[in-house]
């Protein structure tokens, strides 16, 4: 797209394939960040469980991976106790009660990403701290204040930057320089470089005083009135009374059996539908006979996520149960949809969309950690600030960027937003509302036992990463980090464009799909980030991808 939204972006003129990190043992982390990962290892063999761990990871995240790690976001948290049954915390941002449509639309009537997607007005009611104070007093087996002291001690000394972490500050810098307090954190005269540390003491305080008052402190006390304060003299809409009125959603998660499993992940808003749909169509015996990375692998891969993404425009929003999306789960419509694949050729997208009878369309920044302990307690979670760094706006005196979320709304059916997605009905903006997401944490079981736990960043190539991910391990046998390494291909149906990582380290399997019909481009940036955790007999091996450097940790045996 050429448009304001290439101010967000953080391009790639090119790159190889990396080792992903692994480690393995009775207890395993994998987070995009080492330093994170060090953290809740070290909780992990002090007596805490995977939930201690959850707590801790995803507050010093936002010390370490500030582009998407939060105090000020919002995501999904899939989980199982041990001996129990998967749960969702659903703690997606809500969009501020006085907030107008009118207020994010240029005089033509479009949507301005500088207001839908940066800036004080670009804010939604944050969940993260709601979500993981209740899940770690639910839960957990150490006090929540020890924790966030050990966040706030780690905060005052820095996050070391990797390459990737100096290239994001580097490129968004004049984003960051427009709020004061993100420009005195986050940006300087000269450029980062990997390396670096970047302490943050203004967050060390605002982590001391969420270990001494909780939550409250952050939707009713001291941290609530700064936010309010800050955002409303800059022209946010975020007031008082939306911070006390948020509640976490605790929702059925949704599955699918696949292989003997069960894959489990969350419902709409969020984008487990959309993964489980990839997955249904392709769970047939045809599927299972073509050899994993096989033209013909890749080809119904995309031609069922095109698929997918059509049937997404009907439902994917803050809708209620027993929406359309559930009927799209039946075995008859999955094979309905399987019986749509052309088995030599691409159809276009919008041949595929009249054949589904959906009307035609006219016209990141996310983080995954997965944590599972020595007794079997699992923690699966997604968590996004929508886009690096937010809003790029850092609450004065307290040292935390806000989201930027108001911008994953739809303003106008049919119109893209920065990834390339068409906005549907059921995601139009209201007040109040809760916005689409395409995050897609995932849990696998066998016989009630976690078997997998999976989970990445990337928009619209969330789902079809992880379906890729998941068919490799699951149908095909490939070893996690064989599947995690491989460079990667996307398709979301509009762009009718099937995308390849720069760098694809197979250009025959290019040539061969351009033979099918397809018109391929090269995305310029790395597809997705996977973190995920793999139970390997009585031990778990712990995978984190390359392409964030994040790290894989593990608890000796």
């Known amino acids: 797209m050429t448009n304001k939204y290439n101010d967000f972006r953080v391009t790639m003129s ?12 009775k207890g395993a982390v994998a987070s995009a960040s080492r330093q994170a990962s060090e953290l809740a290892i070290q909780v992990l063999q002090d007596g805490g469980n995977a939930f201690d761990a959850a707590f801790a990871t995803a507050f010093s995240l936002c010390i370490y991976q500030p582009q998407a790690g939060n105090l000020g976001g919002g995501g999904y948290l899939l989980f199982q106790e041990k001996g129990g049954r998967p749960q969702v915390f659903n703690y997606r941002e ?108 203004t967050l060390a305080k605002t982590m001391t005083l969420l270990a ?57 808003e969020g984008g487990g539908a959309l993964l489980l749909e990839v997955l ?61 694949i052309d088995p030599g050729r691409d159809t276009p997208t919008e041949a595929l969309a009249s054949r589904c009878r959906v009307p035609k369309a006219s016209g990141k920044n ?21 886009l690096r760094y937010g809003s790029k706006w850092a609450v004065a005196g307290a040292g935390f960027l806000l989201n930027g979320s108001i911008d ?37 079981t066998s016989d009630g036992a976690v078997e997998m736990l999976l989970g990445t960043p990337g928009g619209p190539t969330i789902p079809t990463t992880l ?26 149906g509009w762009p009718d464009v099937l995308s390849h990582e720069p760098g694809f380290d197979r250009p025959d399997l290019l040539s061969a799909l351009a033979g099918m019909g397809y018109h391929l481009k090269d995305k310029q940036e790395l597809i997705s980030d996977v973190q995920g955790i793999f139970r390997q007999g009585d031990r778990y091996l712990a995978v984190s991808d390359h392409r964030r450097e994040g790290q894989a940790l593990a608890l000796p045996v």
């Open 94 to 201: 809500q969009a501020p009660r006085g907030a107008a449509r009118e207020a994010f639309l240029l005089p033509d009537g479009s949507p301005d990403p500088d207001k839908t997607a940066f800036g004080p007005a670009s804010v939604c009611v944050p969940g993260t701290v709601k979500a993981f104070f209740e899940l770690q007093k639910r839960y957990g087996n150490l006090r929540a204040k020890d924790l966030l002291l050990a966040v706030a001690r780690r905060a005052e000394e820095g996050a070391v930057l990797t390459q990737y972490e100096a290239d994001c500050l580097n490129r968004l810098a004049p984003k960051l320089a427009v709020s004061p307090e993100a420009w005195r954190i986050y940006v300087r005269a000269e450029p980062y470089k990997a390396g670096d540390t970047l302490p943050n003491p």
């Open 280 to 340: 249904g169509t392709l769970d047939r015996d045809e599927c299972r006979r073509w050899e994993y990375g096989s033209p013909e692998y890749h080809h119904y891969l995309a031609q069922a996520s095109k698929l997918a993404f059509i049937d997404r425009m009907d439902y994917l929003g803050d809708v209620p149960p027993g929406s359309a999306y559930e009927r799209l789960l039946t075995r008859e419509n999955l094979d309905r949809l399987f019986g749509l």
């Open 14 to 25: 090119g790159t190889t394939p990396g080792q992903v990190s692994t480690a393995q043992g």
């Open 212 to 268: 001494q008052e909780g939550e409250q402190a952050f939707y009713r006390g001291r941290i609530a009135e700064q936010m309010v304060t800050d955002l409303q003299a800059n022209g946010g809409f975020l007031a008082a009374e939306d911070l006390a009125d948020y509640a976490l959603r605790e929702v059925a998660p949704i599955h699918l059996d696949l292989a003997g499993r069960q894959v489990w992940t969350v419902p709409p």
């Open 366 to 386: 996310t983080t995954h950690f997965a944590i599972l302990d020595a007794e079997g307690n699992a923690v699966s979670n997604s968590y996004t600030m929508n």
């Open 408 to 444: 994953s709304f739809s303003f106008i059916e049919g119109r893209e937003n920065y990834f390339g997605v068409i906005g549907s009905a059921a995601n139009l903006f209201a007040p109040g509302k809760r916005p689409a997401s395409n995050m897609a944490p995932v849990l696998v």
């Open 467 to 492: 379906a890729n991910i998941l068919l490799a391990s699951l149908v095909h046998g490939v070893p996690p980090e064989t599947s995690i390494r491989a460079s990667r291909l996307h398709h979301q």
